[in-house]
């Protein structure tokens, strides 16, 4: 063994094996046994560093590195995972800097530059391996030695090996070696894996990623779940979201929600009566807060740096829990409530929007009639507006998100329980209507449009129950989405734009009611000058006929997934928020990204063949809605080529005035 030296409070001893590699260790005498595995692991891994090109590179603690390793060792007697290095701390003694500079090399190629990444390897003892889909317990089969791995540069060894006798030892060998008040382990090498920058020091990647098995998930005494996601990062963000949107409005509600969302994103309270306040108060803390409403979903948020998190939980628990209505501001946000829906009036494409629900709805109709919800929410006042509030929000029905810094996760449960869970327990299931549209035969509808325009606008609406990540949803969504309506390659674009010239986009919209499957529908939508609309529909239908999905491009959309998958790791601070919220929100439960990429995979080639052909094609040619705005009726030239080329189907023609 080999003089010891001091790192802090920690005597670490190393000793070398012929200049190869060298050992870390407190322990002065252990088995033979770990020797020659250790000795082992070093002739199966460097084998790998020569290649064209190698898969292993001369670059410190580097995560690829690590993670190849894991995924090709093949040694009898060890358990696998890894190591990241998550909480650094800066070396403030110059002795302990030149005393880790002399041993280890400089900090440009080690300590603190780096996104550390090791092999981490749970070491039996030579008489208990376990079989391979055995689970170490720790009560049975307890491992002898804690084993690190680490790749370097080559400045002093290729490999170097941090061993423990026991758990305390190994995270103080840890902690000491990369001056880090943390680090996490995980064994699930081949599905867990952080993308690390490919630069010959292992550097710091220019965006971090998100590994979303680290998030949170509870649910408090009074039934308000929440979700934590902690990120490398110094901010926060928290949002407050309801189940409570538009759908939910009785005709005599109609634009209350939105007025409600309005007024709730002033974020007032008892205790923070003052409106303003509130929104100078956010704004010097460099914070950015605001509201939303939906069909089915009502959410408040703020965002801004992680030190401030606890005043913004006060707001948003005190907001909710005695929601206090300044009345200095009711009359302007009513006002606002107003020109924002004038504003959605005047659109070019509201009445098309609106009659085509109407059409498909005729008995909710009122919900998407913003000329009628000006007219009500006219009529709002105070007490109409706090009786709405009591009837409608409820603790079970209620998601907190919060995003916050990696080492904080503790705090901000703490925190979470001591704001929101003092808001009194309320389960009162929301009423909303089955929306919905049975179609048994293909429907022709002219909307017109009042204004002279030589443009149509066109959607193709096909109303069928689709289940959220079901296989339906996912190869429409994904697949199909991906082979039939891509730019670059869909069999659409190549006929409409490339080669017939009638076209400027076209593309297929899934939506997937969350609340009621029954209630989904997807279309294809797009736009061409009057005169096309017949070569326009010819095209649709003779594609839908003819075209035959290949395995390349199922290979093809395979390959894109791939793409879009690595791509979601990396984040921004709400990355997975709003995917988790609306699951929790449908009382459903969180699948991961990488779950839903499984899912992907693994639908067979000619399982997506035979959907495209025998449900997706079919349902469109025998009951789909051919809905188009525009200032001339072409009912009468479009019938013909139904006639034409769909002999046996049924259809119905309308006119909207």
Known sequence: MNDSIQIGDTLLKYKTHKNDYYIITYIKDYKEYLNKLIYEIYEDIMPHYIGTPPALRFANVCGNNAEFICENLKIDGIKLGK?????WVEPKNDSKIDTIYRTYGSKVSTIGLSYHALVYLEVLDENEVLDENEVLDENNNTPKYYVAIETTCGEK????????SNKKDFDTIIKARYQCNGFKISFDCKEDWEVIANSHNGGKPKMSVLNDKTSKTLTLNNGIRVIIVPLKTNLTHISANFLLGHYQEKENELGMTHYYEH??????SQKYKDANYISD???KRGGINNAYVSDYEMSIYISGIYKDLDFYMDILSNTINKFYIDRNIIKQEKGAVIQEYMGYMSAPDYKFKFNIFKFLYPKYSFIADCKKKIKYIKKFDYNTIVRYIKSHLNTNNFVITITCPSNKTAEAIKNVKKYFGVIKYKNAKPAYPVIKHNNTNIKIVNIKNDYRDDNNLIVIHLSKRIEFLSEEYLILNYYLQRILFNFDS???YKILRKKLGIIYYIGLAVNTDNYNADMSYYRIVSQ??????????????DILEYYELEDEHIDTAKNYFKYCYENKKFYNLTSFNDDYKSQLLFHKDIVKNKDIYKKLLSITTSRIKEYYKNVFVKDILLKHILFYYSNRNSNKAIEPIYKKLLPSANYKTYYIA
């Open 157 to 164: 060894y290729d490999l170097q090996f941090y061993v423990g």
């Open 281 to 283: 108060e956010i704004y």
């Open 528 to 541: 061409c000058q009057q005169k096309n609309m017949p070569l326009f529909i010819k095209s649709i239908i």
């Open 263 to 268: 007024l709730l994103g002033r974020m007032t």
């Open 83 to 87: 190591i990241i290095i998550t909480d």
């Open 490 to 492: 869909g069999i659409f």
